[in-house]
C-alpha cells in the first residue's frame, strides 16, 4: 500500500486563469501592406502539408504546489491543474516508483469539468479501488496502469470543493 499527500488547492484561481485568455488568443496585429510579387514563369510545387505538432502545455500560473497549465492536443483546449505531493511513502519502504501526480482537468469540447485524476506512480492491482482523504470525506477511484479517477463522476464537484477549502489530500493505492 502506498499513501500519496498532496497540498491544498486555490482552484477558484487556477480554474479562472486557466480561462483566462491567453497571449496567443489576443486578436493578430493587422499584417503590413506588401507590394504583390510578380508571378513566376513556372508555379512552385507546394510542399507537402504537415500534420499539425500536439499542442505542449503552457503553463498559465504557480499557485504554491500547484500549477495552472492549458494545452490544445488535436485543436482541443484542456485546461488542468498540476501538483507533485508534499510527501510520499511506500510499503514496503524503498520500493521503486515514478514520481506521482494529481490533475484537476477541464476539457470544454468534451463537456468535461473538474475531472480529478492521480497518476500514483507504479501499476496498480486490478479490480483494487484506490482511495482519496480530504479531511474527514473519503472518495473511491477506480484504477487502471498507472492511474486512479474519481469512481463516482458525481463526487468530483464535491472533492473539487474540499480542496478549495484548503484541506491535504491523501491517496491511498495497492501495487
Not at 495552472?68 to 485543436?75: D, F, K, L, R, S
Not at 463537456?111 to 496498480?124: A, D, L, R, T
Amino acid at each position: 500500500m502506498s499513501k500519496t499527500l498532496l497540498p491544498h488547492i486555490a482552484l477558484p484561481l487556477l480554474i479562472a486563469l486557466a480561462f483566462a485568455p491567453s497571449a496567443s488568443a489576443q486578436a493578430p496585429a493587422k499584417p503590413a501592406v506588401a507590394k504583390p510579387a510578380k508571378p513566376a514563369a513556372k508555379p512552385a510545387a507546394k510542399p507537402a502539408a504537415k500534420p499539425a505538432a500536439p499542442s505542449a502545455p503552457t503553463l498559465l500560473g504557480q499557485f504554491g504546489d500547484w500549477g495552472a497549465y492549458q494545452a490544445t492536443p488535436n485543436g482541443k483546449k484542456v485546461c488542468f491543474a498540476l501538483a507533485k505531493p508534499t510527501s510520499a511513502t511506500t510499503e514496503p519502504a524503498g520500493r521503486k516508483r515514478d514520481e506521482p501526480y494529481m490533475f484537476v482537468s477541464t476539457r470544454p469540447s468534451e463537456k468535461v469539468k473538474n475531472e480529478v485524476s492521480v497518476i500514483v506512480g507504479y501499476p496498480q492491482k486490478s479490480n483494487v479501488d484506490a482511495s482519496a482523504t480530504i479531511g474527514s470525506a473519503n472518495y473511491a477511484m477506480y484504477t487502471q496502469n498507472d492511474g486512479a479517477w474519481v469512481k463516482n463522476a458525481a463526487d468530483e464537484a464535491a472533492m473539487v470543493d474540499a480542496m478549495r477549502k484548503g484541506a491535504d489530500v491523501v491517496i491511498k493505492s495497492v501495487s
